[in-house]
């Protein structure tokens, strides 16, 4: 899609809006499953919780695509979007066993990442085929924020504890049907994954009775220029012949699985954002638009850099801006960053706003979440209405007249 569809979208929707093209993420999907197209039985699980509007989670089931889901409300929202509990996985950590059974109960894929809760689920449910997620103590990215395969990670049952996990797995006469790991969000080096792949594959070896393995996800998407980019090619090339000498010693056709997020969703993603304001300082440039980070929070809470257009006069004259939001308190979007020359009412358009940004949008300030569209075949469709008043108000129960007069 083009920067005039942008625009054109942000005047029949207004701004702040959300625009995802439905083409980016089918090609998204079509190139991971042609990189892997060696392997019998491969399965990708989009891990919703990057974007969990409806319509998106129905284009993708289009696509062929399962689900990933960390919580029981996104399994709920997923069996809402039409998929069935045998598509939809569960790979939730630190939940309640009550939520697990629950889950379980649906007939959905349960994903079990600790022992304790192994052993009681076991020790319950001994019929019930499960799955662990095994920490391969991998280091992947250098952000400790979203490496969750370290040592000091909340995540997974470690590696080193397989003799414990094997016990409990014979002592309660459980079924695990499948491994899975998540090494966090940010592969750089395949011969990192290549490297936890072994781990998973040894870990592998202790269970008679697999289905499949499930690698997680941690593909790498270009943010700004020159940002590496997971070679996917090159991983499916490398890990595609790994994983079929592993079945062939195994004895038996495994199923491959991802679960990826950001790479499927966010460069099919656009924030659009219109400025309230160009303010002058002794030091800057500020370029204020009617979002904040109640809208898109990344750039704050992780520091990440989403490239900015603007979209209104993408020809005019570079300057240097530092755009930022109308929340309350410190607010960045970028600093010193070089735009087209702005003016005041000029849209600007945000990149890879995909994953993490709807789905991480609060009602700071008492804002609205924005509305979101889907550019699908030329054409913008609204998936998500604008926030309202009564929206905020729902759910709030205000006191009695008389008490509150006090
Ligand atoms: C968040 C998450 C993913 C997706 O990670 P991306 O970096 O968005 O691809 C996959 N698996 C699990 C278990 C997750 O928690």
């Given amino acids: 899609m083009q920067a005039k569809d942008l625009v054109q979208l942000a005047e ?4 702040p809006l959300y625009v995802y093209d439905a083409a980016k993420i089918q090609s998204q999907y079509k190139r991971l499953t042609d990189a892997f197209s060696k392997v019998e039985k491969l399965r990708i699980n989009y891990a919703m919780k990057a974007l969990s509007n409806v319509a998106i989670l129905q284009l993708l089931r289009e696509c062929g695509s399962c689900l990933d889901a960390v919580s029981i409300q996104e399994v709920q929202l997923g069996l809402h979007a039409g998929y069935s509990p045998d598509q939809i996985f569960f790979t939730p950590n630190g939940v309640s066993l009550e939520e697990i059974e629950e889950v379980s109960a649906m007939g959905v894929q ?11 689920f076991g020790t319950k449910h001994p019929n019930v085929p499960v799955c662990i997620r095994i920490n391969p103590h991998v280091m992947a990215g250098g952000n400790a924020n979203i490496s969750v395969g370290h040592i000091d990670s909340k995540f997974g049952i470690s590696v080193h504890q397989l003799p414990h996990l094997v016990r409990i797995v014979e002592n309660t006469k459980m079924k695990i049907v499948g491994i899975h790991m998540h090494t ?15 781990i998973l594959f040894d870990a592998a070896r202790s269970f008679k009775e697999l289905e499949f393995l499930d690698f997680g996800s941690g593909f790498k998407v270009p943010y700004k220029k020159d940002d590496i ?11 595609s ?8 010693e195994y004895g038996k ?18 924030f659009l954002a219109k400025v309230n304001v160009v303010k002058q300082t002794t030091s800057t440039v500020f370029a204020g638009i009617d979002s904040g980070f109640n809208h898109l929070i ?8 989403h490239h900015i257009e603007n979209i209104s006069h993408p020809k005019g004259k570079e300057r240097f801006y530092s755009v930022v939001g109308y929340i309350c308190e410190t607010d960045t979007f970028a600093n010193n960053r070089r735009i087209s020359e702005i003016n005041e009412g000029d849209i600007l358009c945000f990149k890879n706003a995909g994953a993490y940004c709807f789905s991480m949008a609060s009602n700071y300030n008492s804002r609205y979440k924005p509305a979101e569209a889907l550019w699908l075949n030329g054409e913008g469709h609204l998936i998500r209405a604008q926030e309202t008043f009564e929206d905020l108000l729902k759910n709030q129960i205000p006191l009695p007249v008389e008490t509150a007069a006090v």
Avoid: H, W
């Avoid at 966090?184 to 072994?198: C, K, N, P, Q, T």
């Avoid at 070679?231 to 490398?238: F, P, R, S, T, V």
């Fill in 12 to 15: 029949q929707f207004g701004s």
């Fill in 110 to 120: 349960i994903n079990i990442d600790n022992l304790s809760i192994l052993e009681q």
């Fill in 184 to 198: 966090g969000s940010d592969i750089l080096d395949i011969e990192v994954f290549l490297y936890a792949a072994e």
């Fill in 229 to 239: 980019e997971t070679d996917i090619e090159e991983l499916g090339n490398k890990l």
């Fill in 241 to 248: 012949k790994r994983f079929n000498a592993f079945c062939k």
């Fill in 253 to 270: 056709d495994l199923t491959l699985i991802f679960e990826p997020g950001k790479f499927l969703v966010s460069e099919a993603g656009y």
């Fill in 298 to 305: 990344r750039p704050m809470f992780y520091g990440s850099q």
